[in-house]
């Protein structure tokens, strides 16, 4: 049974941070380009980061450039998005995705991030 659970969101003022962690099982972690997603009300779903499978390569959204890091630890099937200096526009559902090149794809049930003062 394939799974990913996220964990780490939470309520956070203006220029805090928070550590979102995605635990997967069910499948071949290392096998899969990880990514997190994050979806604010009533806008599109969109992608914050991405990390290859070894870790060799990070992309960002411009908009959190500078501000978030992905990692991952491929022998805990866990990637992780670092989050600092956050802003009330960060706010939003945060979703951890699994896709591999045969179009498999996976989907996390998401974990709510709310930067308000």
């Known amino acids: 049974q394939v799974q990913l659970v996220e964990s780490g969101g939470g309520s956070v003022q203006p220029g805090g941070s928070l550590r979102l962690s995605c635990a997967a099982s069910?499948?071949?972690?290392?096998?899969?380009?990880m990514n997190w997603y994050r979806q604010a009300p009533g806008k599109e779903r969109e992608l914050v980061a991405r990390?290859?499978?070894?870790?060799?390569?990070?992309i960002y959204a411009d908009s959190v450039k500078g501000r978030f890091t992905i990692s991952r630890d491929n022998a805990k099937s866990t990637v992780y998005l670092q989050m600092n200096s956050l802003k009330p526009d960060d706010t939003a559902v945060y979703y951890c995705?699994?896709?591999?090149?045969?179009?498999?794809?996976?989907w996390g049930q998401g974990t709510q991030v709310t930067v308000s003062s």
């Open positions: 990390i290859t499978l070894s870790s060799s390569r990070a």
């Open positions: 995705n699994a896709y591999r090149y045969d179009d498999r794809n996976y």
């Open positions: 069910g499948f071949t972690f290392s096998t899969y380009v």
